[in-house]
């Protein structure tokens, strides 16, 4: 029989082990539903791309992110376009992925209101990679970690060509939405 003070021993330890377990799961976060957009506004002609297969991991703890998006799941609703996008210009064949991978400027911890978040890493598109700030925001809901972010980047910083005609016209500039539910990692 343990004795009374090697019992309460035994259970601080186990109280601390299940708190630190649930600390650490809490700290890494995976997603593999969230929604990915590009916007591309020009004179003649706007529409939008998106994607609903983007995948992403944040740990907080390590202070990584990482989100990445099979090129080949964007649809403009047009399977036209939609194909010589993904050929002609992507080359999905040769890049089919696009990835964000980064760390946090500023972070605090998670809460259940909307959080102004920088995030500072290198986004890859068409073999080309280039250093980005990023401002987002996120949440905590329940379990799950929020993540929302925009910015624009130029099609022409990574040797994407822009279709030159006149039904297919772009803007060298795209605006990119990313919005993600992320459930706590096992």
Avoid: C
Avoid at 28 to 41: P, T
Avoid at 74 to 90: F, V
Avoid at 106 to 115: F, I, V
């Amino acid at each position: 029989m343990l004795s009374l003070q090697n019992r309460i021993l035994a259970t601080a330890l186990l109280i601390i082990s299940i708190l630190s377990v649930d600390t650490a799961s809490a700290q890494k976060y995976q997603g593999e539903k969230g929604s990915a957009k590009f916007i591309s506004e020009a004179a003649l002609n706007s529409f939008e791309g998106v994607s609903s297969d983007l995948n992403g991991l944040v740990d907080l703890k390590s202070n990584f992110i990482d989100f990445y998006l099979d090129l080949n799941t964007l649809e403009t609703g047009i399977s036209l376009r939609d194909k010589h996008m993904r050929k002609n210009y992507l080359e999905t064949d040769k890049y089919p992925f696009a990835e964000f991978t980064g760390k946090f400027q500023t972070l605090k911890t998670p809460s259940n209101t909307w959080q102004e978040v920088l995030v500072v890493g290198e986004f890859k598109v068409h073999g080309v990679t280039k250093q980005l700030s990023i401002k987002g925001r996120m949440k905590q809901e329940g379990q799950d970690l929020i993540i929302e972010a925009a910015w624009k980047l130029k099609l022409s910083d990574y040797n994407i060509e822009i279709p030159s005609v006149v039904f297919y016209e772009l803007n060298d500039e795209q605006k990119i939405e990313l919005k993600m539910t992320l459930k706590p990692a096992k």
